[in-house]
């Protein structure tokens, strides 16, 4: 009797000891399966974000989405996006999902081809207008929508990018053309980005 009891006590071990084991390598491969499907997640291109609808020829009752000119830009480890006449923005942390964001003024509404730059994780600086003129606009907190413009206008600019070195010098390039090479101003960062005389 004694002998049966042991032989069904080392089995019962034996059972909820394998079992327990079964557990933990379904635990484990349901981690590692996770893991896995983490790193192939990737993008598509186009992304398949809600692109605004153009206004372009409207009068011949056509219509279609656009996102044309995508500036993407990391700050603070997160990114946003500005495309152009967009309306707004969009903001991701992994570069896959877009959230949209509708600042709180009128500036992104008329941007074409914008341009943005991340000023030492402190501020970002955008600029972009259809007209070829306007303010450069500044935010410390672009997921809050609220954004600041200069006093300053840049004129004749069209498809700008805008550089700031780490001494602060600022520089406004433009220019997209087959025949015309690209141009560049220096702008003063602090003096309302008015355009630097040469000495």
């Known amino acids: 009797m004694k002998k049966l009891l042991f032989l069904l006590t080392l089995v019962f071990l034996f059972s909820c000891n394998n079992e327990k084991n079964q557990n933990t390598t379904q635990s484990s491969d349901t981690k590692k399966a996770s893991e896995i499907k983490k790193r192939l997640e990737t993008y598509i291109n186009p992304l398949d974000i809600d692109y605004t609808y153009m206004v372009y020829n409207s009068t011949q009752n056509k219509s279609y989405r656009s996102g044309a000119d995508p500036a993407v830009i990391e700050f603070k480890g997160e990114y946003y996006m500005f495309v152009t006449r967009s309306f707004g923005y969009w903001h991701s942390t992994d570069l896959i999902n877009w959230n949209f964001i509708k600042p709180e003024q009128w500036f992104f509404e008329g941007s074409n081809a914008p341009t943005a730059f991340n000023y030492k994780d402190s501020l970002v600086y955008f600029a972009g207008n ?17 954004w600041t413009p ?18 602060g010098q600022t520089y406004l390039y433009w220019g997209s053309s087959n025949v015309n090479p690209l141009q560049v101003k220096m702008l003063n960062k602090d003096d309302r980005f008015l355009e630097s005389r040469c000495s």
């Open 150 to 167: 200069t006093a300053s206008i840049s004129t004749d600019i069209q498809d700008s990018e805008l550089f700031i070195d780490d001494d």
């Open 130 to 146: 259809p007209a070829g003129y306007g303010s450069i606009l500044y935010t410390d907190d672009p997921k809050g929508g609220k």
